[in-house]
């Protein structure tokens, strides 16, 4: 099988690196490709002074954009099985197997990689782990699908769902909304438990007045993402 790894970054100059090579090491038989989402520091100029296989958008897409241009970028080279894995150091690829063999096996189309099942490494802070579980709740009301840890950006998916999410992926809360899009359209979502790090370099785009904001706006637009699978299906039939 041909494994992409997605690597979305923005103003990631502390961390790509080290990422990048820590993925080759670890996990040699997987290609990878870094979508620099037009990054303001020098996250350009070391991808290029590295030789590190990257796309560079001239406008910045926020990480909906930048992933979705690695699914682009996987469905137009024919890619079985694209993962996601942030540029910031909190992935660790060993558990790139573990994170594809759903797949691999059939037994799943997405894949998230969950801190939460067997809670061991780096675990947030409380009240980022109560929004999580909150959000958790609503995606199953939503679509039925039951999942721990729905903010998680290491994740997998199978070569029908990279032509899906090519064409359709959510912009602004990517992570929750994309289970909520691949559940409606009939795609299996499955967890594995894996162990996440602190961020090894940057800064987290969420302060304490955009996690707010974003624990009001999320679960609004996964009910429009549930209404609107609703209406498009209406349509088709």
Same mark, same amino acid.
Do not use: W
């Given at each position: 099988m041909k494994i992409l790894l997605i690597i979305p970054a923005y103003n990631e100059e502390e961390s790509i690196e080290k990422v990048v090579r820590e993925i080759e090491e670890k996990?040699?038989?997987?290609? $990878?490709?870094?979508?620099?989402?037009c990054?303001?520091?020098?996250t350009e100029e070391i991808l290029k002074q590295k030789n590190i296989n990257h796309v560079s +958008?001239?406008?910045? +897409?926020?990480?909906?954009?930048?992933?979705?241009?690695? $699914?682009? $970028?996987?469905m137009h080279y024919g890619y079985d099985i694209a993962i996601q894995q942030d540029g910031d150091g909190q992935h660790d690829p060993a558990?790139?197997?573990?994170?594809?063999?759903?797949?691999?096996?059939?037994?799943?189309? +997405?894949?998230?990689?969950?801190? !939460?099942?067997?809670?061991?490494? !780096?675990?947030?802070? !409380?009240?980022r782990r109560a929004g999580v579980r909150f959000l958790c709740g609503v995606i199953r009301l939503v679509c039925g699908v039951k999942v721990?840890?729905?903010?998680?950006?290491?994740?997998?998916?199978?070569?029908?769902?990279i032509a899906y999410f090519s064409r359709s992926y959510a912009q602004d809360y990517p992570e929750p909304e994309a289970i909520v899009s691949a559940a409606l359209a009939?795609?299996?979502?499955?967890?594995?438990?894996?162990?996440?790090?602190?961020?090894?370099?940057?800064?987290?785009?969420?302060? +304490?007045?955009k996690s707010a904001l974003y624990m009001i706006k999320v679960p609004l637009a996964l009910v429009l993402r549930r209404l609107m699978m609703k209406r498009i299906r209406g349509e088709k039939r």
């Open positions: 996990c040699p038989e997987c290609d $990878y490709v870094v979508v620099n989402d990054s303001t520091d020098h +958008l001239s406008a910045n +897409l926020g990480i909906g954009g930048a992933v979705q241009t690695g $699914y682009k $970028y996987a558990y790139i197997q573990d994170v594809i063999q759903p797949i691999v096996q059939k037994e799943a189309d +997405l894949v998230i990689g969950s801190r !939460f099942i067997e809670k061991n490494g !780096f675990q947030s802070s !409380f009240s721990t840890d729905c903010t998680s950006g290491y994740r997998a998916a199978g070569k029908e769902l009939g795609f299996k979502v499955k967890e594995v438990p894996v162990i996440m790090r602190e961020r090894q370099g940057g800064v987290s785009s969420l302060n +304490l007045m």
